[in-house]
């Protein structure tokens, strides 16, 4: 069965260092998004991303997070400076059509980057 | 303010036991709910969803309900296994918007 995958399943970063976040979603899906959960606290959306262009974004994806598609399989998270409170796991998640509205397409998620920043 | 809220927070249940649980939202105007189940340290995996016309829908032990009059959400799960222990979450979709989590209810199965 195809799968989303993520990798590292695990980044240790100091404060203020960029780092990467990599995800390969299931190759017939074209949406694609990100979403992250700090430990012990619900899951929150970040972003999503269809046509090589943001479609939505929450209040926490400010101008330190940055998405990309950078080839026909690979998707991205870059966190330019991170914070400790930037401490997360990530999640991205595809599904062959948008979500929104009255899509009711199933959303599969990776097994998430575990991002520590000290 | 959307919000999705679940009861209860914890549920400790023994193996072969039911048990329900609770989804309560303020999204709107309201698309879809949807019903996650998520291990410990891994994603999300997909159990139910719902739109406004739907009232219930199966997949396996698994039978959610909807009452969109209320909205409210339950999941009950059925004779229940220890690989049933996990987080269940209930997610809820408004138009043309992204989705609302809720904190979820962690599952313990007991032998």
Not at chain 1, 88 to 109: I, K, N, P, V
Request: aromatic fraction near 12%; hydrophobic fraction near 30%; charge should be negative.
């Amino acid at each position: 069965e195809p799968e989303v995958t993520q990798t590292p399943s695990h980044q240790v970063t100091q404060m203020g260092q960029e780092v990467i976040l990599r995800c390969v979603p299931i190759s017939n899906h074209l949406y694609f998004y990100w979403y992250r959960q700090i430990l012990g606290q619900k899951v929150e959306f970040l972003v999503s991303f269809y046509n090589n262009e943001i479609s939505e974004k929450s209040e926490i994806f400010d101008d330190q997070f940055s998405v990309e598609r950078p080839d026909g399989s690979n998707f991205t998270l870059k966190i330019r400076s991170t914070k400790l409170e930037d401490s997360a796991m990530y999640f991205c998640a595809s599904s062959e059509r948008f979500l929104a509205g009255e899509g009711t397409d199933t959303q599969y998620f990776g097994p998430g980057t575990r991002l520590t920043v000290l | 303010k959307n919000q999705v809220e679940q009861s209860p927070q914890s549920l400790i249940i023994l193996e072969g036991k039911n048990c329900t649980l609770q989804c309560n939202y303020t999204v709107s105007p309201f698309s879809n709910l949807r019903w996650y189940k998520q291990d410990t340290g891994r994603g999300p995996v997909s159990l139910t969803i719902m739109t406004f016309s739907e009232n219930t829908k199966s997949n396996g032990r698994y039978t959610a309900t909807l009452d969109a009059d209320t909205k409210q959400s339950s999941l009950h799960i059925t004779a229940s296994q220890l690989s049933d222990s996990a987080s269940y979450i209930c997610v809820v979709s408004a138009y043309g918007q992204n989705f609302v989590f809720g904190p979820g209810t962690r599952l313990s199965v007991l032998p």
